[in-house]
């Protein structure tokens, strides 16, 4: 089956930086667009990040943009969300997932792949 493994997911300060790293298997990466969400306590889970296909595309929520680089690499299978400037409030378990259509989308529901979720802490 498709699998979404995500890493890098930890202990930060305020204004620190962390990677988060999502391994795909079992599937053609670079027909999948790829996201981010995140999800924190008490919240709904909400976009933060999306890269289309190739990777010359990329969209941000306005909590993260300028401050979080979604990126991927093909060969590698391999989508990552570089995380800088952390505030508390980026604190969540971020998701990554896996869309076939070829624009970016923000909608939960347009996306057939997820990750297990990381947990990211950001102390104030």
């Known amino acids: 089956q498709v699998q979404l493994v995500e890493s890098g997911g930890g202990l930060a300060q305020a204004g620190g930086s962390l990677r988060l790293s999502c391994a795909a298997s079992?599937?053609?990466?670079?027909?999948?667009?790829m996201a981010w969400f995140r999800q924190a306590p008490g919240k709904e889970r909400e976009f933060a990040a999306g890269?289309?296909?190739?990777?010359?595309?990329?969209y941000y929520a306005a909590a993260v943009k300028g401050r979080f680089t979604i990126s991927r690499d093909n060969a590698k299978n391999t989508a990552y969300l570089q995380m800088n400037s952390l505030k508390p409030e980026d604190t969540a378990v971020y998701y990554c997932?896996?869309?076939?259509?070829?624009?970016?989308?923000?909608?939960?529901?347009?996306?057939?792949?997820w990750g297990q979720g990381t947990q990211v802490t950001v102390s104030s």
């Open positions: 997932a896996a869309d076939m259509n070829g624009r970016i989308n923000s909608a939960q529901s347009e996306y057939e792949y």
């Open positions: 079992r599937l053609t990466f670079n027909s999948y667009s």
């Open positions: 890269i289309s296909r190739s990777g010359s595309s990329t």
